[in-house]
């Protein structure tokens, strides 16, 4: 399985980018892809996540009605639309993905969860 992230940049506060995660070798079949982010210092923290199986969508209250997460399982690829970035969302952004078929629920946000992992793509607001 591979994950490829693609579509950070730097941008200004106000401003909106949509980052792209294309899975080679995984099925989106009723499991979970999520979006993480580590800026320099700090812990991992998910921001955002999809069930493949229905459409379900998680996102962690700092970016609620900013990004959405959306899924087109005709191309393999995930996206987070990212509006109205504020310079604390700057980060190194993490697309995942998990194996086991189900909804994950409130566990969306744990890193164990998912089996596997981007490289990821840097985010700059200034």
């Known amino acids: 399985v591979q994950l490829v992230e693609s579509g950070g940049g730097s941008v200004q506060a106000g401003g909106s980018l949509r980052l792209s995660c294309t899975a080679s070798?995984?099925?989106?079949?009723?499991?979970?892809m999520g979006w993480f982010r580590q800026a320099p210092g700090k812990e991992r923290e998910g921001v955002a996540a999809?069930?493949?199986?229905?459409?379900?969508?998680y996102y962690t209250d700092s970016v609620k009605g900013r990004f959405t997460i959306s899924l087109d399982s005709a191309k393999n690829t995930v996206y987070l639309q990212m509006n109205s970035l504020k310079s604390e969302d700057s980060a190194l952004h993490y697309c995942?993905?998990?194996?086991?078929?189900?909804?994950?629920?409130?566990?969306?946000?744990?890193?164990?969860?998912?089996?596997?992992w981007g490289q990821g793509t840097q985010v700059t607001v200034s």
């Open positions: 995942a993905a998990r194996d086991t078929i189900g909804p994950v629920g409130p566990d969306w946000r744990a890193r164990w969860v998912y089996n596997y």
């Open positions: 070798g995984y099925t989106f079949s009723s499991n979970c």
């Open positions: 999809i069930y493949t199986g229905g459409g379900s969508t």
